[in-house]
């Protein structure tokens, strides 16, 4: 029997340094009802170069830390303005933090980020590590999203599913009935930001506009795809942000852009071999969706339709931070947040860390 549904906050923050994501839901860890509140709050400037020197492991790390839970306070207190609720009507908050490190392999991630520090600015319990006891367990901490995916297939009524979530890695959560296999495909959109930031200064290719203008090097995207290990790993598996390079030469900004997102879009078509299945659909998530050249090349290369979370009626922006709003809730109730075929865990676990806001009553 499920337990009474609390009202979360989920806030994530992605290795492309954009800001935070809140995101408001109500569940029991089982159920979902979500609400449409969902803000982004960007960095400042400062903020972004304090964490993007932090990457890696470097940089001042106690300052981004506390930075990182001010932020994140400032991003609570904006959703609940919006929202029109108070500190008392949210039962926690799930804080991912920033990843920094991830290495997988080597059983090691980090996040950063002071949850004691945000439980008291915001006067909210909070709920944080969310990724150490799987690692503990032998799973690689990632990717943690793939529960709350299939809480939402569930009501597409379409088997079996792909939710594809591109960020500045590409992941994919395969759902059929209640069978889940997850893992990360290759690079998201990481490799092409980091182009297009060099050649042009722009963040990244608005919609795609530059990689249409060019000529795909397949011979570049094979050499990747051909020689680097990690594609001949079996699933489940995960990427750091920075695993891959790619020598693109004295290639125009137009062709490395195409190149760059070719080999997203062919990692994510050789990744459904790994599938029990192919999928009837692909529900495309993350700022990868707002590529169109992106998504037209996915659907030259995969089997089933492919569309933006927002034909289903899913917010692809928060969809991050609403599961871990959600998984923080399951954390509360000891419910596992992964599964030995989503992280390589050796059985279902739970995790996350929880700190009380010592608000009186409390």
Known sequence: MSSTLKIAIGLMSGTSL??????????DGEVVERTGQALTLPYDPATREILRVCLGGGGDVPLASRLLAERHADAVGALLAR?????????????????????????????????????ELTGIDVVDDFRSRDVAAGGEGAPLAPLYHAALVRDLGEAPVAVLNIGGVGNVTWISGEEIVAFDTGPGGALLDDWVLHRTGAPFDEAGALAAEGRVHQDRVDAVLDNDPYFKRPAPKSLD???????????????????????????????????????VCWVVCGGGRHNHTLLKALGERVSGKVQAAEAFGWDGDALEA?????????????????????????????????????????
């Open 83 to 119: 929202a029109g609720l108070g500190a008392t009507d949210i039962d926690v908050l799930g804080f991912h933090g920033q990843t920094i490190s991830h290495r997988p392999t080597e059983g090691l991630t980090w996040q950063i980020g002071d949850g004691a520090r945000l439980a």
């Open 18 to 27: 954009d800001g935070v994501d809140a995101a408001l839901l109500r569940t």
């Open 241 to 279: 942000r920075d695993a891959f390079s790619v020598d693109l030469g004295n290639l125009s900004t137009s062709d490395g852009a195409a190149t760059l997102l070719a080999l997203t879009a062919t990692s994510v078509a050789r990744a459904e071999n790994l599938l029990p299945e192919a999928p």
């Open 322 to 362: 609403e599961a871990f709003a959600y998984l923080a809730v399951r954390s509360l109730r000891g419910l596992p947040l992964s599964l030995p075929s989503t992280t390589g865990c050796s059985a279902p676990v739970t995790g996350g860390a929880l700190h009380h806001s010592g608000t009186p009553g409390e």
